[in-house]
């Protein structure tokens, strides 16, 4: 009788029990519980392939302490720097993600908040939290990224076949319709005529403008530039070889009979680098924006105090914790630093790393996820 009293009380203990620790940072085991049950739900509704959903679910313990040891300690160097953020911050920050995720309406919020199991108070904090962690990193990471123009054509010079434009053709188009126009008998002669018209000097256009008007074929429709493997391949195959304002022969695909002409075409280039400079250049910037990250997130955890009681599956975070870095953390930051201007900080004390038994009892609210991206603020689950 007096174990089944005391169940409650050592259930909750176990839960309370401090499974990390960062300065003045803890996180708990219901905090990592909670946070991997989430993790696996996404898992088994993003991943369909059988063997890859189960390789992400045998890796999730690793991931989310991963990802709580790589949060706590930017949270607590946001602490150290006494970054506050304001309301009028967070106001933009709610404004811009209804703004992503195209929320016109009060009410169209709050159905997305309520599948997302949030308030708007909850939904609040955690954009709080995720632009603190931003700007530590925009601090003390973007003044280290320095790219110069010497970088971007070295790079360029040993790329070059990266760059290269496949040959395309610009091509406009108009179909003798399917449904809701002539008898299927008809079509190939309509398409005939259609064509026999441009040969002779007709605009695509006036040659079908009374046929549009009957609904018989659709307006003409601009394609643009295409590359191969953007068409239908019996249509690629049709116009690819034909030289500038011939029409195609008539290619049955979606919708109905399918007539191209072709308006320009450019063979297969590699831009010069005044055209590619910038994509180099954020490129490059993303690159060591990453490395920098990485070796800052190193640097951060030899100043900290770091206590760290993994549960058993997740005893192995460590290997998952440069890649979270890398292509998770970093990756989402690359341009947004640039948008915080930097500032030099004060040291973080030199504390050093100590383990501790398991069992050590303590309580911590529920850290919540940080992954920033500069200039977008990533949504809660199910917005």
């Known amino acids: 009788m007096l174990l089944l009293t005391l169940a409650p009380a050592l259930h909750a203990e176990v839960l309370n029990r401090i499974v ?23 898992i088994l509704r993003r991943e369909q392939d059988p063997q890859e959903r189960q390789r992400l679910i045998s890796q999730a313990g690793e991931s989310v302490f991963a990802n709580l040891f790589s949060e706590l300690l930017l949270e607590s160097r946001a602490d ?21 995720y195209n929320i016109k309406s009060d009410q169209e919020f709050q159905a997305a908040l309520a599948q997302s199991g949030l308030n708007e108070q909850q939904l609040r904090a955690q954009l709080r939290n995720t632009l603190r962690v931003q700007e530590v990193r925009g601090r003390e990471v973007q003044g280290r990224v320095n790219v110069d123009e010497e970088d971007l054509r070295r790079y360029y010079r040993k790329n ?21 126009g002539a008898p299927a008998g008809e079509r190939p002669g309509i398409a005939a005529e259609i064509r026999s018209k441009v040969a002779a000097g007709t605009s695509l256009a006036d040659a079908v403008k009374d046929y549009a008007a009957k609904g018989v074929t659709s307006n003409v429709i601009e394609l643009g530039w295409v590359s191969p493997g ?25 919708g109905g009979l399918h007539l191209a002409q072709v308006i320009d075409r450019r063979e297969s280039r590699v831009p010069p680098f005044s055209e590619v400079s910038e994509a180099i250049q954020a490129r490059e910037q993303e690159r060591v924006f990453r490395e920098e990250v990485t070796k800052y997130m190193v640097e951060l955890e030899k100043k900290s105090l770091i206590v760290a009681n993994p549960p058993e ?34 040291a973080a004390p030199a504390v050093p790393v100590v383990t501790t038994p398991p069992g050590t009892p303590g309580t911590l609210p529920t850290p919540k996820p940080v992954d920033p991206s500069p200039e977008e603020v990533p949504p809660p689950p199910g917005l």
């Open 313 to 346: 599956e997740a005893a192995g975070f460590r290997r998952q914790l440069a890649s979270t870095q890398q292509d998770g953390d970093a990756e989402s930051l690359a341009g947004a630093a640039a948008t915080i201007p930097a500032a030099a900080p004060p």
């Open 20 to 42: 990390l620790r960062v300065n003045d940072r803890i996180a708990t085991l219901r905090d990592y519980e909670q946070r991997r049950q989430e993790a696996v739900q996404e």
């Open 230 to 254: 953007d068409l239908d391949k019996n249509l690629e195959t049709a116009v690819w070889k034909l030289p500038k304002g011939a029409v195609s022969d008539p290619v049955e695909a979606r």
């Open 80 to 100: 150290q720097l006494g970054i506050e953020i304001g309301d009028a911050q967070v106001d933009a920050a709610v404004a811009q993600l209804k703004q992503n």
């Open 160 to 180: 070059l076949e990266q760059f290269r434009q496949p040959e395309q053709v610009q091509l406009r188009e108009v179909v003798v319709l399917e449904e809701g």
